[in-house]
């Protein structure tokens, strides 16, 4: 999301709208250059009054409007979402004076949207917010929402008898709105009240209306289908550029990569200390290791290509202790030819993309993936599950061998990817058929300009427009 957030506005500047990115002033971002506006605004439920300011970023480096809200009891946190103790239990309020506020910021800015994009559960009430808005200004309004689901897992559930200090009105409150199993579904709400949804990838938006992927929420989203469209994201190609890349040892032509490939390789290899004899393929993971990445598939056959010493691996990530555990022990064994670092670095994270020669992504459900397009762009052919945006940028040669840059599996288990691993392995042997995908992967256009030409048909769609 916060890819979108940093990136979609900009493209959207560049085709011709006038996009303002509006979120909480949290603690991490206190010393931004700020400046509050005088007026301020204010939030009302159940005789409650809860006052925030809005301020506006004024470091001109960045080229879209950046508000922020500003409430120190609500978002001056050590933590975003959470801290050590858990999820925060009053993120059900946080939510709704920031979608409050994305309705009321007209009157402190002199700046009125046409259209308010919200963004995942945090966000979503403020579809609801603008229909309550109209509901007493009417038609001649000409506002409307849009609602983009970046992961259908996350839907923002609390205790239904908080509803009516959300600040929304209470007809809301019904199983088509907020209320979901006796709880308040803040994305729900979005959902139902958004006048168009968007997912990140077009393979995700067919898959949240099944059973399988939707969360208990795909009857809403069958509901809604005729209002639903998948926009693939896409990457910042100027920062994820690797012939420009000083993060990474060497720069990487892609018209001519083997170069700087095999020197970020040997880099790669030496910060990690892989054996260098024999030249082996290199596979790389950067991931949050948690269910939903699938690598649990990878641990349980790693054993096995690991003592058969035809591959190497490096895996950066953390998450489930079960998880960075087992990684570890096969670490510890394997020092050789498995190297591993539990945390996250993302100047780290480029060397692997630079480094590798594959990239692994096993994921169980992938809305869009980033990750993939990052190793693409930096010559790592990805071997990935057939699923959401994993699905809609990965060409397997299985599809189309002129156009393939990547291996996709569908069966969600170990056999599957180790077969996949093991046909990968052996392209990589023979080069020819590697070099081919290698240099597709790194043509694919991941770029922000188709993506937010399809945002602005969405914009359009939503106020009516043809």
Known sequence: MGEVVGSLPIALKKIGLDPRVLCPLHKNCENLPIKMFKRKIIFESEGQKIISEIGTLTDNTF??????????KLFERNGIYSDDDGDYPDNWLRSCVLSDAAVKIEDCIKWKPQIIHAHDWMAAPACAFLNAKKSKLGSALNQSSVLTIHNLEHQGVF???LFPRTGLPQEYWSIDGFEHQGSINLLKGGIQHADKITTVSPTYSAEVKTK????????????????????????????????????????????????????????????????????LPLFGVVSRLYHQKGLDLLTSILKELLESKIAQFIILGSGSPEEEGNFSK??????????????????????????????????????????????????????????????????????????????LFKGLTSKSLLHELSTAINDWAEQKNYLHLQKNAMNLDCSWESAAKKYLDVYQWSLGNP
């Not at 080229?63 to 120190?72: A, D, G, I, Q, R």
Request: net charge neutral; proline share 7%.
């Open 63 to 72: 080229p879209v409007p950046v508000y922020f809200l500003s409430n120190k």
């Open 159 to 161: 205790e239904g008898s």
């Open 212 to 279: 399988q992927f939707g969360h208990g929420l795909e009857p809403c989203l069958q509901f809604r289908a005729a209002d639903l469209i998948g926009i693939l994201n896409g990457i910042d190609m100027d920062l994820w550029n690797p012939s420009k890349d000083t993060a990474i040892p060497h720069p990487i032509d892609q018209e001519s990569p083997f170069t700087g490939k095999a020197i970020c390789k040997q880099y790669l290899k030496n910060e990690f200390g892989l054996s260098s004899g024999k030249d």
């Open 330 to 407: 096969l670490a510890g064994k394997f020092p050789h030819n498995l190297g591993l670092k539990i945390g996250f670095d993302d100047q780290l994270a480029r060397r692997i993309f630079a480094g590798t020669d594959f990239f692994i992504m096993p994921s169980r459900f992938e809305p869009c993936g980033l990750a993939q397009q990052y190793a693409m762009r930096y010559g790592s052919v990805p071997v990935a599950r057939d699923t959401g945006g994993l699905s809609d940028t990965i060409i397997s040669q299985k599809n189309c061998s002129l156009r393939a840059n990547g291996y």
